[in-house]
């Protein structure tokens, strides 16, 4: 077993660097499908999710090159239709992101239903509405998505999504990309990935118009040749840093960011009292006196996400008042409440709705993380708390931070990860 031992209590000051976005990578990684040569994707983060997403593509026959530490080259000319392997699509969300690329080049596909956080009911019937209106057929059977384009090759069509859908939305972009005509996708989601992403398709030779308005005109074209493409700063990673400085208190510059991604984080932590300061490509985040209550909502971009939702909830717990924290989006987003109960918050839920009473402080304890976002807002806690928190089930963590311990030890936290023998080991070992 590995865990995150942490001694609470101490303020942070230095410089953090900002990987690239997790979620425009893993929906990137796939969309290299669709080119004809040799892409190389800049600004790579170094996570788990994305080693997954490259191992996938190398078992249907991508080459993949690594350039340096945060860049790929990859060669998706003599990639192979075969179903996507069970043992790796299970472990990663973003494994939807295959049926949309290889229903566009292939005009059929076999992908095992996604993984990745358990935040309750997550169904793709949005993706499925839109491959179909596309004209294609889709079923589950033997454990794989099947999708198959009835003409062998997707049609443009007009999808108007029931939901604002992130995943969806970049899913049926990804299959219309080489589609036979128009496709027109209404009620689209306006998150910064999905505007990485319709950049990286159209860098390649795609014809997308719209990417961050609510309505995605995507004109299918032949082929994507190759070329380069850097990915964005990672949103929710900033988001994170900002929130720990929140509640750990001193004074850090986050540095490699887009501020306006970050406007809606930004607004919540000032109306707090913590102090963050726009300096070109950085924002220096800094707090030393008392952290005021606020209500939270977490809605579609540019509403505050619900991937920050757990780590603003960290804040809340050391902020003076009455706080209510409300999910708009996932309906099983408060499983860590109990954890953070461990360490003397004060949370009271009800289906959507958190209510958090403020506390002095709160106190170093044992816990768990059960998804990745959840993991990361222990850390903030145990970052702020007195006394020593110890992490296990990190690997949700390192889904989707890139050496979140460097990078944090690098600003004066104390936190490091240990490496203990897990019960049956240690019972092997003592008899």
């Keep these: 077993m590995t865990k995150y031992v942490i001694t609470g209590g101490k303020p942070l000051y230095g410089t953090i660097d900002i990987s690239g976005a997790k979620n425009a990578a893993v929906a990137i990684i796939p ?69 949309g690329a290889l229903l566009s080049r292939f005009g059929s596909a076999q992908v095992p239903p996604p993984g990745g956080c358990d935040l309750g009911g997550r169904p793709i019937d949005q993706h499925i509405k839109g491959f179909t209106a596309m004209g294609a057929d889709v079923d589950v059977r033997g454990g794989y998505i099947h999708a198959t384009a009835r003409d062998g090759r997707l049609k443009g069509s007009q999808v108007y ?18 589609a036979d005509g128009l496709t027109i996708i ?21 014809d997308i118009m719209g990417a961050g308005t609510d309505v995605i005109k995507v004109r299918g074209v032949d082929r994507l ?31 490699n960011i887009i501020p306006k991604h970050l406007e809606c984080i930004t607004a919540k932590l000032q109306e707090m009292g913590v102090s963050v300061v726009e300096d070109g490509d950085d924002l220096v985040v800094s707090r030393r006196g008392a952290l005021s209550r606020a209500n939270v909502k977490t809605m579609p971009y540019p509403g505050f996400p619900t991937d920050m939702q757990p780590q603003i909830a960290a804040v809340l717990c050391l902020a003076q008042g009455t706080s209510v924290l ?14 953070f109960r461990r360490l003397g918050a004060q949370i009271q839920v009800d289906g959507k709705v958190a209510v958090i009473e403020g506390v002095s402080q709160l106190t170093g304890a044992p816990v768990r993380a059960c998804d990745l976002r959840a993991g990361a807002a222990l850390v903030i806690a ?32 104390d936190i490091r990860v240990v490496i203990t023998p897990d019960q049956e080991e240690a019972q092997a070992n003592a008899g």
């Design 31 to 99: 969309a290299a499908l669709l080119v004809d040569g040799v892409c190389r994707i800049e600004n790579i983060p170094q996570i788990s999710d994305v080693t997954l997403i490259l191992n996938i593509l190398q078992d249907l026959g991508a080459e993949v090159r690594t350039v340096n530490r945060t860049t790929v080259d990859i060669d998706c000319s003599h990639v192979r239709n075969q179903p996507v392997p069970h043992q790796l699509a299970r472990k990663i969300r973003a494994s939807y992101y295959l049926i």
């Design 326 to 339: 409300t999910e708009g989006v996932w309906d099983n987003r408060y499983r860590y409440v109990d954890e």
């Design 382 to 413: 145990g970052l702020a708390a007195h006394g020593v928190t110890e992490i296990d089930s990190i690997y949700h963590i390192e889904r989707g931070y890139e050496d979140i311990v460097r990078k944090l030890t690098g600003v004066g936290a």
């Design 225 to 255: 040749a190759g070329g380069t493409y850097s990915i964005i700063p990672d949103q929710i990673e900033a988001g994170t840093y900002m929130a720990a400085v929140a509640a750990a208190g001193g004074q850090v510059r986050i540095h």
């Design 161 to 178: 999504l029931d939901i604002v859908s992130v995943g969806a939305t970049m899913n049926i972009m990804l299959a219309a990309t080489l």
């Design 186 to 206: 209404e009620n689209a989601a306006k998150e910064p990935h999905i505007v990485d992403l319709a950049n990286f398709l159209n860098s390649m030779g795609a």
